[in-house]
Structure formats: C-alpha cells, structure tokens
C-alpha cells in the first residue's frame, strides 16, 4: 500500500538525517578527534552496524538509483569511507575507542579461519609466481619512494625535509618505510636503529597513517573497476578465474539450510582455533623473546604476528578435511560479516583533516605512495599481472596482516590466504627493507 512505501521510505531516510546531524551537530559544537561527540564504544559499535547494514539493504536493493549508484561506488568503500568521514568531522574517535584493536584481536583471526576453511590450496598454489613479483615490486616501491620523495620535496620546500640531530625529517621517514614494508614492530625497529626523536616520530606516524589509509580507500574503489583495470594491464585473470568458479561450484554442491547446531559449530570453530593460536602464539612470541631476541627484527617475538599465522595455518589444514563442507551452512559468509566489521574500524583510523594540518609533510607521504603505486602498475603491465596481484602486493607492504586479508577478501573470500601469506613475507622482510631505505634516506 501507500502507507507501507512510505514509511519504508522513511526507514531508509532514517539512518542517513541522522548521521547528518552527528556531522552537524559535532562540527558546530567544538567536538573533534580528541573530544568526540561519542566516546561510548557500545554506542560507537552500534552506530557502525547501522552504517553497514544500510549499506548492504541499499546495495541490495532494486532501486534504478542504487543500482547505478553501486555500480560506481563499490560498498566496501562506503563501508571504509563514512566511517572515516564521521571520525574526521569528531562524531567519534579512534583515540577513544579500542574497537579496532578489539576487532583486530577478536574479529580478524575467526575471520581468516573461517575464509581459509573451504579454500582450494592446490589451486592457489596455481596463481603462479606473480602475486611474489607483484610483493618484491611493492617493497621495492617503498624503498625507492622514500629517497625520491624527499628530493622532489627538496627542490620544491627544503625546509620540509629538514631538520637536524635526532629530530632530522630523515630519521623520521625511516619510521614509515619500517611500517609500509613490514609493520608496528619493524617501525619501532627503525626508531631504535635510527635513534628517531619523538616530535619527528609522533609526526610520521601521522603521514603514515593517513597516507596509507588513503591509498587503501584508493584500492577498494579500484577494486569495483578490475575487469576495466584488467583490461587495460592485458593481464591474464585465468588462474583467478578458475579458482573462484571452483569455490562456487563447491559451494552449490555442499550448499543447504542452516540449523542452530550447525552456525554454533562455526562459531565455535573460529573462536576455539583463535583462542588455541593465542595461546600457542604468546608462548612462542616469549620463548623467542627470552632465548633468541634477535628474532624481533623478523617479528617472532610478536603474539600478534604468529596469532594471524597461527589461524591461517589452521584453517589451510582444515581445508583437507571434511570440515570444509561447514561452507555449506555460511562459514565464509559469517567471516564476512567479522570482515566488513573489521573495514569499517579500520576506516574509523582515517583523519581527513589531517591534509591540512602538516600539508608539507604529507606530500611527502604522497609523492612516495605515488612512486610506489606507479612502479606497480608499470610492473604490472609488463608482466600482465591482473589488479588481485597489483592491489595485495601493495597492501601485503603497506597495510600488513590487518588489511592485506581485507583486500584479497574482496576480490573473493577463497583469496584471503593469499594476503595473509604476502603480509607475513612483509613482517620477515621489513627491517632489512627499511634499513636499506633509511640508508638512502640519509645519503
């Protein structure tokens, strides 16, 4: 009836005035990152859902407008961005709410059991040496940016890339080739290494940030335009191809309704593995602490590190049992949803307004991002790589185990591993890379 359209009408109005009106009312009251408008984190997660559901109801919609609209924007994106959008206007703050790290610890691994549990490693294995082509060129695009960004800043404002003793902008730049090549661990290993001062240090790790989550809003959106980028690098997509059509057919023939008892085994599969792996990881991360503290620089003495190795390795040996027809029942679709959560904190990191508040800086940030994303693509065309390998290698380097999972996801949820395995290479090779750049850097 008429009634009935209209009140759907104002559902769909609902969620949109009155984030509007947070926007609204935050920026015109004062509230900002280090004062939000929310600083409750239930209320904060609850707020995130919403955002994600009426996302995915409007994408599903059959609505010419969504239609057309979604297939410009990809969702993904809009789970990234509006998140990102309300932190910046101080909605809500990451500097208040630990839903990132709490999606990271909780969240990320169930997520990366549950995706590997059905996976073809065969046909993975089959992708070739590209995605590792692909990898080494990312890392090499960070360690090459770096030297060349602050030339061109040099020739442009040398007062940017300046300084002197600990605080030199050099230094500090060490920091973000640590980060973009490995991780945290390997970004603390610089500042050590480089003995980094904290007012250049505390800056960096604010290029770092916004820099690389720009580039991974660059990348979600890139993603909903691959057969276009594909196309366009000639790339040959047939080994990707051929594994998702292998994932769907499996799907379809293990296919069936799910019962209570079946999505509380998938749960408690994912909840269980992640509970045994942090066990095992923090006794590992400390056994290689006490007696071979050098491993550091590989990462081995991180609990986190060997959590997303840990869960991964599980679900890759579950893949070979007949666990994997809980596929049947929606494993990979419930690692979505703890995806998708994952997305939008880590979207919640984006500061928009940070574009303004040390531009020199950050252009140095983005000339290196810039270098480092050219030299992909132009690898990429000359080896015909399709953008599944284009988009992980940068964020096996850049992004590192959190979100390299999230973009190979994205593409189809049977290539998380993939992102996980380039993210560790990432952690191994990270300080060496750094190193080497910071090396050049000083130079």
């Not at 770096?146 to 500090?172: D, E, F, Q, Y």
């Not at 408690?268 to 590992?284: E, P, R």
């Not at 390299?404 to 591993?417: E, Y």
Request: glycine share 8%; aromatic share 10%; proline share 4%.
């Amino acid at each position: 009836t008429a009634q009935d359209k209209a009140l759907v009408a104002m559902a769909w109005l609902a969620l949109p005035v009155a984030l509007v009106v947070c926007v609204i009312v935050a920026t015109t009251t004062g509230h900002s990152r280090n004062n939000p408008l929310v600083k409750d984190d239930i209320v904060v997660f609850g707020m995130l859902m919403a955002i994600l559901c009426w996302i995915f109801q409007s994408e599903s919609s059959k609505t010419p407008f969504w239609r057309k609209f979604y297939k410009a924007v990809p969702s993904l994106l809009l789970c990234y961005f509006i998140p990102g959008l309300m932190a910046s206007a101080g909605v809500f703050s990451p500097n208040f709410s630990k839903l990132n790290e709490v999606c990271s610890s909780y969240m990320l691994p169930p997520c990366l059991v549950l995706l590997t549990l059905s996976v073809d490693l065969k046909e993975v294995l089959k992708l070739g040496p590209k995605a590792l082509i692909m990898f080494f060129t990312g890392t090499a695009g960070v360690i090459i940016g770096g030297p060349l960004s602050v030339l061109i800043m040099h020739a442009i404002a040398p007062s940017v890339v300046g300084g002197t003793g600990a605080n030199a902008v050099w230094r500090g730049l060490t920091c973000i080739a640590g980060s973009w090549i490995g991780g945290s661990a390997n970004q603390l290993a610089m500042k050590e290494v480089f003995d980094v001062g904290r007012d250049v240090f505390s800056m960096v790790v604010a290029v770092d940030v916004v820099t690389a989550n720009l580039w991974m809003g660059v990348l979600l959106f890139l993603i909903g335009k691959t057969e276009v980028i594909d196309n366009a690098l000639k790339a040959d997509t047939s080994a990707i191809t051929a594994l998702r059509i292998k994932m769907e057919r499996f799907q379809k023939q293990v296919q069936r309704i799910p019962t209570t008892t079946d999505l509380m085994t998938i749960a408690c599969l994912g909840i269980v593995t992640t509970g045994i792996a942090q066990w095992v990881g923090t006794g590992l991360a400390t056994m290689f602490a006490t007696y071979a503290p050098g491993t550091a620089k590989f990462s081995l003495t991180d609990s986190f590190f060997w959590l997303i190795v840990l869960t991964t390795s599980a679900g890759l040996v579950m893949s070979f049992t007949q666990i994997k027809k809980l596929e049947g029942v929606g494993a990979s679709k419930l690692g979505s949803v703890f995806l998708y959560i994952l997305v939008a904190t880590i979207g919640m990191q984006m500061d928009v307004t940070a574009l303004v508040k040390n531009p020199g800086l950050l252009a140095v940030g983005v000339i290196w991002m810039t270098c480092h994303v050219c030299l992909l693509f132009i690898v990429a065309r000359l080896i015909k790589a399709p953008l599944f390998f284009l988009a992980v290698g940068s964020q096996a380097n850049v992004g590192g185990a959190a979100s390299a999972p999230v973009i190979a996801a994205a593409f189809h949820p049977a290539l998380a591993p993939v992102g996980v395995l380039l993210a560790v290479l990432g952690y191994c090779l990270g300080t060496y890379g750094a190193v080497v750049c910071g090396y050049l850097l000083r130079a």
